[in-house]
């Protein structure tokens, strides 16, 4: 069946609320967008549609989209992933200083390695305990874990090798502490630092494997961090995804509580 001719082209895209057509290019910019960005820092395209679909505007998928990417150009709102986005215009941009010399004494050494790092000490701004110690974690090849393991601790690193079971229950952070972990293939990452969606993601496994946090701690951290500046929500869920069943708890939040729009919510006048 041929779609309605309203369909075809944006320019023609509308809607009959009333006896007037509506522009829904101009609407999602002047009510719309407005609007979503008013009530929460992130919101999905879901969320746009629901807006429209209240008002009774019928707009096609791809013409939606299209008119999406447009106002993000014009920086009405910012990408947070496929389907999501916010009023934060400032990325997320991690500090990469408390990982930087680990990553590259692990490279000089192994150079032709597969791995990546982080640590709790990238994201101790956002809690709201204030940690004496931080832990890292390198992610790396099963097959090189041990190898790893052996030049960290002969180069003064307290070391723990993907510590499972009794291991993970006499986990202690001390200086230098760092735990070394198979690399999941979808880790998110740039180079050998983990992005901060992938960072927020392993933390919400971690924090409960090795008891570094409980959950309404990580839950808080989060908010703060993600309120604060933009992350990719979109690149969170699919990580976590790949990361189940551990991960299927943060799903089930980001879905309760961002999706509702009662998560992330602060003053329009921060941004």
Known sequence: MEPPRHWKTPKKAVTMTTDKTTNIKSLLRD???????????????????????????????????DYLSQLMRSRLTHDAGRGWY??????????????????????QAFPLLDFACWSTEQVRSFGHLLLARF?????????????????LR??????????????????????????????PTTQPRDGHLVTIEGLMVDLFIERRTLHLM??????????NLAGHSRVSLAGVLD???ERR????????????????????????KAQ
Not at 168 to 179: D, K, L, N
Not at 214 to 223: K, L, Q
């Open 31 to 65: 009510e719309c967008l407005p609007a979503l960005n008013q009530s929460a820092a992130y919101f999905s395209m879901a969320d746009v549609r629901a807006w429209l679909q209240q008002r009774g505007v019928a707009c096609p998928p791809p013409v939606l989209r």
């Open 86 to 107: 916010s009023r934060i215009a400032s990325p997320c941009v991690l500090n990469a200083k408390p990982v930087a010399r680990l990553a590259r004494q692990v490279e």
């Open 135 to 151: 832990v890292a974690f390198i992610h790396t090849e099963r097959d090189a874990m041990a190898s790893v393991a052996d030049w």
């Open 154 to 183: 002969d180069a003064g690193y307290d070391i723990y090798l993907n510590p499972r079971g009794a291991a993970a229950r006499e986990f202690a952070i001390r200086e230098r502490t760092v735990v070394i972990r198979p690399r």
């Open 214 to 223: 409980d959950e309404g701690e990580y839950f808080r951290m989060f908010a």
């Open 239 to 241: 990580y976590a995804r």
């Open 245 to 268: 069943p551990a991960g299927l708890r943060l799903i089930q939040h980001i879905k309760a509580e961002f999706v509702k729009n009662s998560a992330l919510v602060s003053s329009s």
